[in-house]
């Protein structure tokens, strides 16, 4: 299958999202992994885990556009980062379909389907005035992109242990044709970061791309 969807922004980043119809082998063939990416690899036993890892690392080559593969580490929280590259990066998947982003600036990408068990999750993971602002004829979307900045958002702060409802505030959305951006703050342990989104919404899926500038 063909990249689905790329995406870019001189000086900001590079993104694809890619529809996964391939079985694992195809994967296994583009990618070559190294002896850290092997042991991570070993440890996941179900394919269709695999071929999603797989997948979106075929995804981040693709973003990256150049002919060799760097290859992947994760730092102490779990983030992943390219080896011997100043470059940020983030992955992220969901059924059927794989997402990367590469850039200069500390980064976050979420990729999330729609799925009506969302409609009981708001209160588990927004503020009491975020749930307010909920459009009751466009709730499952709405209650989708707003998980999908979290989501971006946590992968950017690129630590454990913050809240989304409390940590993690979205202060600002902007809509416009099958796009929005939005502004979010993270606050843990009296810092504060300022983070910027950008997102797409279609009918098979929500992404957000989350950058710290």
């Not at 042991?39 to 996941?44: E, I, P, T, V, W």
């Not at 200069?104 to 409609?119: A, E, S, W």
């Amino acid at each position: 299958m063909p990249v689905f969807q790329s995406l870019s922004e001189i000086n900001l980043f590079n993104a694809i999202v890619y529809q996964v119809t391939e079985p694992l082998d195809f994967f296994r063939e583009k990618i070559n992994l190294s002896e850290s990416e092997m042991s991570y690899f070993s440890a996941k036993r179900h394919p269709e885990r695999q071929k999603e890892s797989y997948a979106a690392r075929y995804a981040l080559h693709l973003a990256m556009n150049q002919q060799n593969r760097v290859f992947l580490e994760t730092d102490p929280y779990g983030k992943p980062y390219l080896v011997g590259s100043e470059s940020f990066i983030s992955l992220s998947h969901t059924s059927g379909y794989v997402a990367a982003v590469v850039s200069p600036h500390p980064c976050g990408i979420d990729i999330q389907r729609f799925d009506t068990k969302i409609l009981n999750l708001g209160a588990k993971f927004l503020a009491k005035k975020e749930l307010a602002d909920i459009p009751p004829d466009s709730e499952l979307s709405f209650l989708t992109q707003l998980w999908a900045i979290k989501e971006a958002a946590y992968k950017t702060f690129g630590k454990k242990g913050l809240e989304f409802g409390s940590d993690i505030e979205i202060q600002e959305m902007n809509f416009m044709e099958g796009s929005w951006e939005s502004k979010v703050c993270v606050h843990k342990n009296d810092e504060y970061f300022k983070y910027q989104v950008k997102g797409w919404t279609n009918e098979a899926f929500v992404l957000a791309i989350c950058l710290e500038l």
